[in-house]
């Protein structure tokens, strides 16, 4: 089920996340992925049935809410399956100044051919970074050096300025402790947990 026009449909947020890109970091994660691979870290974020409505101003605000946080990743569930209304925060937080980066399932290949999904174009020419490939458990990375999960994926910088600042790793883990006592776990190595 697809959110409604400039609405996003997430699984979870946090800011100042230093396990998911570059810096500290607003960290998206959308809801909704088709793909559910094997030993995905967040299968809590397949199904598509609404979790957390927000509209593009809301999220917009809230990134920009927090001097700290220096970029945003989207994560998932598949990012690239609510590309449109991500690709104009992408713009707006980019027009703040933040750098901007996603984790997509799909290849960049995939994402530039005609089947890409509606918008998917318009969020690419967003990114600065894009994580691409689906997550293979049989070819899964457990090392401190490596950015990436498993040894098919790539990190596609395009954005010169942060070639040298790939500086997380796939066994970094952050727990976050939210105002209602509530708790994210996350980072690539085990699964993104949300606690009551």
Not at 55 to 64: H, Q, Y
Not at 158 to 179: C, G, T, Y
């Amino acid at each position: 089920m697809a959110a409604p026009t400039r609405h996003l449909n997430l699984m979870g947020y946090v800011n100042r996340s230093q396990v998911n890109g570059p810096g500290y970091r607003a960290v998206v994660w959308v809801q909704g992925c088709l793909r559910e691979c094997s030993g995905c870290f967040n299968p809590a974020s397949w199904p598509f049935e609404p979790n957390q409505i927000v509209t593009v101003d809301e999220l917009v605000e809230r990134i920009l809410a927090d001097p700290l946080n220096e970029g945003v990743t989207f994560s998932g569930g598949e990012p690239f399956w609510q590309a449109p209304a991500l690709a104009t925060v992408a713009r707006r937080v980019k027009a703040a100044g933040l750098n901007t980066m996603s984790f997509s399932g799909f290849t960049l290949a995939q994402l530039t051919s005609p089947g890409a999904p509606p918008g998917a174009q318009n969020l690419l020419d967003q990114l600065d970074i894009l994580v691409d490939g689906p997550y293979v458990e049989a070819l899964a990375i457990h090392d401190p050096t490596s950015p990436v999960s498993s040894r098919n994926q790539r990190v596609r910088v395009f954005n010169s300025v942060l070639r040298d600042r790939i500086s997380w790793a796939s066994d970094q883990v952050e727990i976050h402790i939210l105002k209602d006592g509530s708790r994210i776990v996350t980072g690539y190595h085990g699964t993104l947990g949300l606690d009551d």
